[in-house]
């Protein structure tokens, strides 16, 4: 007979593991219905359903920036379909063809609320400041709605906008005057552009360089940069961001001082009629020194990164290099030792550098365009989109579409967007660069002639190197970069660029 020791006894921990694992099973049992009945069988179709509510999240985390790509190649018959995350329904639309239909319904499928809610959320708006932006959304009494028809016309073609990228490059210009006078340089390339462009941009815009070392270290800003997407989302506490806040915080400082001394009087026509606009709708002075922080994040966030990958796309691959420096190099005039670069001419006229810039944009582009429903209503007389709901265009999912352009769909094709007599032209609708239809970039003009202009000085006036021991990393740059900028021959001369016709690249099809 057994030892009577020997026979395991039942603890009363068995009965607690019952009972959370039946907590569990209700639980899951409770959100699994849920979500389907709450779930219309009109609306697109619901997937990711694993464990309900949580399994979006889940695969954003796994996939990260290629989580709606991974979708679309499971879901590949889904025009457009349905994901649920706890208080948000979310339709992600895979179909070009439905692109359109979405930016026509532009009154019920509204921009400004997610305008708004990144004022609130990432630029610590005010409640007296938010209610303004959103008694509105839909007339031009609006301030959102006005805003585009205030402001836009200041980035559009014409004198203002020659007058405000006239600035920026000339801030440009003399900071890559210095760098000539010194001879080789290293720097680290990410940095180096990011510092270029960042200082160009509120200068020229703002008519204030707010971000030199006398007044604080552009490190704030850049800690604050990466915290922007995270508290948009809202989804973790802002103390999680503590640092990117304390950034944020000194930035607005910087501005509160600017706007309290009328600096953006000074500034160009945007940034004056940016801030007249915003006083006339009784936005509160603290405010709107919070909102130069978003309008200073939208002229550079996407500026500073493009502006990067095409440089270095270019000067790491050596015939791309000598096809846009022999574009370029057509552009310059020189009188009296004097050299004149047409900025029109860059801009229309060098079609490898076009297509490079355009190609990066295709490549590298991350961005989403996102609406949400004002009321329940059919798209294109197929699917509910509920009331709250967002609807997204991934830009990466239209960006890596092989039915559009072509079995190289994975590969950086510098000469994608030549045009070539005979050859098929690809469906401008499926890129989104800038966006489409009410969220069209519209400081596009803007940012591709800053980008454009940029590289082709250094083009003329320096070779770029890396150096000796990370020559393999040029290949491709997951970290930072260390080059040596050589000036070439007559870089030291006086450099200008004239700004002529007003005619503007056009690569969305809106400009088509």
């Known amino acids: 007979m057994a030892n009577a020791s020997s026979v395991p006894a039942l603890t009363t921990n068995h009965p607690v593991s019952v009972i959370v694992l039946g907590g569990i099973i209700a639980t899951y049992i409770f959100f699994w219905a849920l979500l389907r009945l709450t779930q219309d069988v009109k609306e697109p179709t619901l997937v990711s359903t694993s464990i309900p509510f949580l399994s979006p999240i889940f695969g954003m985390a796994r996939w990260n920036m290629g989580f709606y790509n991974y979708m679309r190649d499971k879901y590949p018959h889904l025009p457009i379909y349905t994901l649920r995350l706890p208080g948000t329904r979310l339709y992600i639309v895979n179909s070009t063809a439905l692109i359109p239909v979405i930016q026509r319904q532009w009154r019920t499928l509204l921009f400004p609320p997610v305008t708004a809610r990144a004022s609130e959320a990432a630029m610590g708006g005010s409640k007296e400041a938010m209610d303004i932006m959103r008694r509105d959304m839909v007339t031009d009494n609006g301030l959102l709605p006005g805003f585009i028809k205030v402001v836009h016309p200041t980035l559009a073609a014409g004198p203002a906008l020659d007058e405000l990228s006239g600035k920026v490059i000339k801030v440009i210009t003399d900071s890559l005057d210095k760098l000539a006078s010194n001879g080789p340089t290293r720097v680290k390339m990410f940095e180096w552009v990011r510092q270029e462009l960042l200082l160009a941009t509120t200068d020229g815009v703002k008519h204030r360089n707010l971000f030199q070392p006398s007044s604080y270290s552009p490190n704030l800003y850049n800690k604050f940069h990466p915290a922007i997407m995270f508290l948009m989302l809202n989804l973790l506490p802002h103390w999680v961001f503590k640092q990117g806040i304390q950034g944020r915080e000194q930035v607005v400082k910087s501005f509160a001082l600017y706007q309290l001394e009328g600096g953006f009087n000074e500034g160009s026509t945007f ?210 970069i260390d080059i040596e900028l050589r000036p070439r021959p007559g870089a030291d001369k006086t450099w200008r660029f004239l700004f002529g016709s007003g005619k503007e690249a056009a690569f969305v099809a809106e400009d088509i």
């Open 271 to 480: 940034i004056q009629r940016w801030v007249k606009h915003f006083t006339a709708q009784g936005i509160p002075e603290p405010d709107i020194a919070r909102f130069h922080v978003g309008s200073m994040f939208a002229l550079v966030a996407n500026t500073i990164p493009t502006a990067l990958w095409t440089i270095y796309h270019i000067v790491s691959e050596p015939s791309v290099l000598e096809a846009c420096r022999e574009e370029v190099s057509h552009a310059v005039q020189e009188t009296e030792g004097v050299c004149i670069i047409d900025s029109d001419y860059i801009k229309n006229s060098c079609p490898t550098l076009l297509s490079t810039f355009q190609e990066v944009m295709r490549f590298h582009g991350m961005g989403n365009s996102v609406r949400v429903a004002d009321e329940d209503q059919m798209l294109d007389g197929k699917y509910l989109i509920k009331k709250g709901g967002l609807v997204m265009i991934p830009t990466r999912v239209q960006h890596r579409l092989r039915s559009v352009w072509g079995d190289d769909v994975d590969i950086l094709n510098h000469r994608r967007f030549l045009k070539r007599a005979g050859a098929n032209r690809h469906n401008p609708v499926a890129f989104r660069g800038f966006g489409g239809g009410t969220t069209l970039c519209p400081g596009r003009h803007f940012a591709t002639t800053e980008i454009l202009l940029f590289a082709a000085m250094i083009l003329l006036r320096f070779d770029v190197y890396p150096n000796s021991s990370q020559a393999e990393a040029m290949e491709q740059p997951d970290s930072e």
